[in-house]
Nanobody, 123 residues
Framework: VQLQASGGGLVQAGGSLRLSCAAS????????MGWFRQAPGKEREFVAA????????YYTDSVKGRFTTSRDNAKTTVYLQMNSLKPEDTAVYYC?????????????????WGQGTQVTVSS
């Protein structure tokens, strides 16, 4: 599976962005998909994940109620809708895929990674 993230940009605090992650490969629907972010000088951290069914999602506490992840298996694309953005959300955002839900928030469990897209939130 190859992943291509897009949709990043510069936005003012309180604004919104929608990230997309396009996947190639016929087995996309069998993978759990996650979003991570990495700010300068910091470790990569988990943001959100979505299971095979878009109805099953999981979020880190700092984005709950503001971010929503979803997937369209027919389009082999995963989305991250980010609302009420804060300056502390500034980071490079990555999408990733894995075959197991266990420890879904762990960086080490992901088998495939996209190239990242920059999100900058100005105050």
């Amino acid at each position: 599976v190859q992943l291509q993230a897009s949709g990043g940009g510069l936005v003012q605090a309180g604004g919104s962005l929608r990230l997309s992650c396009a996947a190639s490969g016929r087995t996309f629907s069998s993978y759990f998909m996650g979003w991570f972010r990495q700010a300068p000088g910091k470790e990569r951290e988990f943001v959100a994940a979505v299971a095979w069914s878009a109805g099953v999602t999981y979020y880190t506490d700092s984005v709950k109620g503001r971010f929503t992840t979803s997937r369209d298996n027919a389009k082999t694309t995963v989305y991250l809708q980010m609302n009420s953005l804060k300056p502390e959300d500034t980071a490079v955002y990555y999408c990733a895929g894995r075959s197991r839900w266990t420890y879904i928030d762990s960086v080490s469990g992901y088998e495939y990674w996209g190239q990242g897209t920059q999100v900058t939130v100005s105050s």
